[in-house]
Structure formats: structure tokens, C-alpha cells
């Protein structure tokens, strides 16, 4: 048997939830086009024949402007240690920049494995891919660059087979079926999260924390109740989730409702509201509270 931990990492917005996902060939971590989603360490796990690995999805390595981004690059820069391999995941669409560069400078000392790639090939011609992978492979040593595209699908079983035979020999670390390590109410906070993010504009998505206040069995029968708070840094913001006569909040709540229904394979009671908590992505204890 052999098993082993895989790191996905990356500036922002490259595409490593969508690469996470398509690796466990499932949904396990929320996706939007807004950078700066990912707020935890995710973990993905798949089974193969007699190879186990698990992926860890980080938030993307940026220039922090608050306590929380701070927070993020933390995350993000403990999971490069304590690897079986990293894999550093670019834009193949987009030239590689400053964020690209900083990644890759971090990962120079890693004494693991380190592939690099390059994701979102279904946006450039196969005429544009060479050069895109030649820039890549000038961000450092790599020992495998791999092109591929997360939203079809095309590489992913290839990069999946190059990052199982890295894998050493050792037990299994979760059992059979278990596709990740999130709890029920991780992934309901992070589904509603993503439904708020996608109907948000300007600053609000990233002053948007949601916390469940209350999960259980529902009034009627086979029914689970949520009851969960979507918090915001500044009064202003409120009126935006909101929205006139509740529109947004209520939009809100229904895309996260029957989203939550599939994932749970139950009918979901689902409670929203709002509340103000100024300057959270500013503040230690809140910060604290919300689980950062």
C-alpha cells in the first residue's frame, strides 16, 4: 500500500479548488470567479487500487491588506511542508506575473517533489500552449509540467497517475469512501458562501462570513434545519446582501437551499440573516470566532 499528501497551491484565482475537485472527481471545495475563495485547507481524498492520496486545497499566496489575508498565507505556506509532492498551479490563459513568481520563489527549498501546472488550457489554442509552458518551466526546477484543464477534464487523470507513483509506501490515512475531511456543517457554511459570493458585487464578497448558528432535525419529518448568520464588516454592506424587500438574501438562501438538499439527500429548512460585525477581517477575536 501507498499513500501519501499532495499540496495544491498557487496565487489566486488559477483554478485550485476546480483542480481539487476534478481530482476527486467530485465537489468538495466551492469555486467562484472571485479571488481569494478559499479560506481553510481543504482536503480531497481518493482511492486508487492500492494508492491513497490526499489533497490539500490552500488559499491563494497573495499581498495581504488585512489580518485575514495575513491568516490565508499562513495556511497556505504550513501546508508546502510535511508534502509527499506540491503542486504549484498557474494560469495557462494569462502571462505569468509577480504572484506566480513569488509562489514558485517559496517553493525553491521544498525538499519534496514539485510539479508544476498549468491549468486552463481550454481557454488558449494548442498553438499558444508551448510557449505558455516554456514561461512555466522558467519559474523553476520542476520535476513534472503538466498541462491540463480543470473545468474538462483533459490532463487530470494523467497529472492524478503522476502524483499516485510519488507516493510512498504507508498505511491509509482515511478509510475507503471517505472523499474528505470537511464536517457537515464546514461544507453547508462554505455552500451558502459560495451563493452569496456569486451574487455579490464590488468588495462585499470577501467582507462576507457566514457561521452556522444551529443544524438539526426540522419541525417536519425528514427535514434538516439550518439556521446560519452571514456576516458583514460594514452597515452599508448589509443592504446589499439583503437586498430590496430581502430579494438578494432570499436568492441567496434558494440557490444554497437546493444545492444543500442534493448534498445532504434530505429536504433543508434553510434560515438566513445578516448581522454586522465591523472590521472582522481586521480583528484577532473575530476572526477567532468565525474559525480563521
Known amino acids: 500500500m501507498r499513500s501519501g499528501f499532495c499540496s495544491i497551491v498557487g496565487r489566486p484565482n488559477v483554478g485550485k479548488s476546480t483542480l481539487l475537485n476534478a481530482l476527486v472527481g467530485q465537489k468538495i471545495a466551492i469555486t467562484t470567479s472571485v479571488p481569494q475563495t478559499t479560506r481553510h485547507a481543504i482536503r480531497g481524498i481518493i482511492h486508487r487500487d492500492d494508492v491513497q492520496v490526499v489533497f490539500v486545497d490552500t488559499p491563494g499566496m497573495h499581498k495581504p491588506k488585512t489580518l485575514l489575508g495575513s491568516r490565508l498565507n499562513e495556511v497556505a505556506t504550513e501546508h508546502l511542508r510535511g508534502m509527499d509532492v506540491v503542486v504549484l498551479v498557474v494560469d495557462a490563459s494569462a502571462e505569468i506575473g509577480r504572484g506566480d513568481r513569488f509562489v514558485a520563489g517559496l517553493l525553491e527549498n521544498v525538499p519534496t517533489p514539485v510539479f508544476a501546472v498549468a ?47 510519488r507516493m510512498p509506501e504507508g498505511p491509509p490515512y482515511f478509510p475507503e469512501g ?21 451574487r455579490m458585487r464590488e468588495e462585499v464578497p470577501h467582507s462576507v462570513a457566514v457561521a452556522i448558528e444551529e443544524m438539526g432535525p426540522g419541525e417536519s419529518e425528514g427535514v434538516i434545519a439550518i439556521y446560519a448568520w452571514l456576516y458583514v464588516e460594514r452597515e452599508s454592506q448589509k443592504g446589499i446582501v439583503i437586498g430590496h424587500g430581502g430579494q438578494v438574501l432570499r436568492e441567496i438562501g434558494a440557490a444554497a437551499r437546493k444545492e444543500l438538499e442534493l448534498v445532504l439527500a434530505s429536504r433543508v429548512y434553510l434560515d438566513l440573516r445578516v448581522k454586522l460585525l465591523k472590521e472582522w477581517q481586521r480583528d484577532a477575536k473575530a476572526l477567532q470566532r468565525l474559525g480563521y
Do not use: C, W, Y
Request: charged share 25%; proline share 4%.
Open 119 to 165: 491549468n486552463k488550457i481550454d481557454r488558449i489554442t494548442p498553438a499558444q500552449q508551448l510557449p505558455q509552458l516554456a514561461a512555466l518551466s522558467e519559474l523553476g526546477e520542476f520535476d513534472e509540467i503538466v498541462p491540463v484543464s480543470a473545468a474538462t477534464g483533459d490532463g487530470v487523470e494523467r497529472l492524478e497517475r503522476l502524483i499516485a507513483a
Open 178 to 198: 471517505q472523499v474528505s475531511d470537511q464536517s457537515t456543517e464546514q461544507l453547508v457554511s462554505e455552500i451558502i458562501r459560495e451563493k452569496a459570493i456569486t
